[in-house]
């Protein structure tokens, strides 16, 4: 995966929750990383039907492994495009260099 094919933008964010001097508790995004990542929406092909089988993921995201960074499905994708709830995460070919997230659009918070 080249630097050329990288041409998103995409924060990595996790939402937090925190409780005001009223005692009310919001939730806001802390953003934990900004990268550049290989975006690939759902289409058909053989590798898109395989993934279809385990999970409703229409969106996939390729980008280097961030160091001291775990990313999980609590954290959220957020991009030009819209934000997106992370299903999967899995280094590629375990070499520790690019992670490969699954994601679908949340469409409850609806885009930035």
């Known amino acids: 995966m080249g ?3 990288m041409t998103t933008f995409i924060d990595i964010i996790e939402p937090r ?8 508790i ?3 995004d802390v953003i934990l990383a900004s990268v550049r990542a290989y975006k690939e929406m759902r289409h058909g092909t053989r590798v898109w039907a395989n993934r279809a089988a385990f999970s409703k993921a229409t969106v996939l995201f390729r980008f280097r492994k961030i ?9 959220v994708i957020v991009c030009g495009t819209g934000r997106y709830r992370i299903f ?12 490969e997230v699954l994601c679908d659009e949340d469409k409850i918070s609806g885009a930035i």
Do not use: W
């Open 26 to 28: 919001t939730v806001q």
């Open 67 to 75: 160091d001291n960074l775990k990313i999980d499905t609590s954290h």
């Open 88 to 99: 999967s995460v899995e280094d590629v070919k375990n070499r520790g260099m690019y992670m």
């Open 17 to 24: 929750k925190v409780k005001d001097e009223s005692g009310f």
């Open 3 to 5: 630097l050329g094919k």
